[in-house]
């Protein structure tokens, strides 16, 4: 059961563009939604995290716009630089009392930002 | 990456051989986990620890094992290799959790295992 699902799987965006890559959840339990960017043969690393106390959170040019009642969120990315070409990963846990923070994890968005 | 290693870094392996897999922290967080990453899926939870000695299964369980006799070290062991099981391996910890009710979980680099 694929409990987070990510679109697109690959974006093409010009330097200076908005990137927006989307993510829909269906355990209304989950209570934290981060977003990790991966560079090729790295770990993924987190880049920005949201609960769903609020709707918005934004640092430097991302920004994760959330909706609970639609159970989306999205990450905004904008003036886009080559530099974020990577691959982006949404991802939501809920807090168990010993388990810590599982993630179940989107399929991944491959964003290719061109000069 | 976090005070996080992961040995071995690459390694090939024939179907039916034992295998482990070692991530060692030097954070002293409490929580670790291993992920598998495969194209189309994400990063998907094997096996996470929420303690020395205390682990528990995640999401794709089957054919894997792990062991955490110390707060720093985290063992994936495949018992059998077989090529279903190729993919790239990535451990995770998490501190312990108060009232800042902090979720971040850091990423070791990965070990790309390869099952012929």
């Known amino acids: 059961q694929q409990q987070v699902k990510q679109s697109p799987q690959s974006l093409i965006v010009q330097k200076g563009g908005i990137s927006i890559i989307n993510c829909a959840y269906e355990n209304t339990a989950f209570d934290y939604f981060p977003w990790y960017q991966q560079f090729p043969g790295k770990g993924p690393a987190l880049l920005i995290a949201i609960r769903p106390d609020v709707s918005e959170k934004k640092e430097g040019r991302f920004t994760i716009s959330f909706n609970k009642s639609a159970k989306q969120f999205s990450l905004h990315i904008m003036d886009s630089q080559p530099g974020d070409s990577a691959t982006y990963f949404c991802a939501a846990s809920r807090r168990g009392e010993t388990s810590g923070s599982r993630l179940t994890f989107g399929e991944g968005t491959q964003l290719t930002v061109n000069p | 990456d976090a005070g996080i290693t992961q040995s071995p870094r690459h390694k090939v392996t024939e179907t039916g051989t034992p295998v482990t897999l070692r991530c060692h922290q030097t954070?002293?967080?409490?929580?670790m986990y291993w992920y598998r990453q495969d194209p189309g899926h994400g990063l998907r939870l094997i096996h996470y620890s929420y303690g020395v000695k205390d682990t528990d299964k995640g999401e794709v369980s089957d054919g894997y094992s792990v062991s955490r006799s110390k707060t720093e070290d985290f063992l994936l062991t495949l018992e059998s290799a077989t090529s279903s099981q190729t993919s790239v391996y990535f451990c995770?910890?998490?501190?312990?959790?108060?009232?800042?009710?902090?979720?971040?979980?850091?990423f070791g680099p990965g070990t790309r295992l390869t099952v012929t």
């Open positions: 995770a910890i998490s501190e312990e959790e108060c009232r800042g009710l902090t979720y971040e979980q850091y």
């Open positions: 954070e002293n967080h409490r929580y």
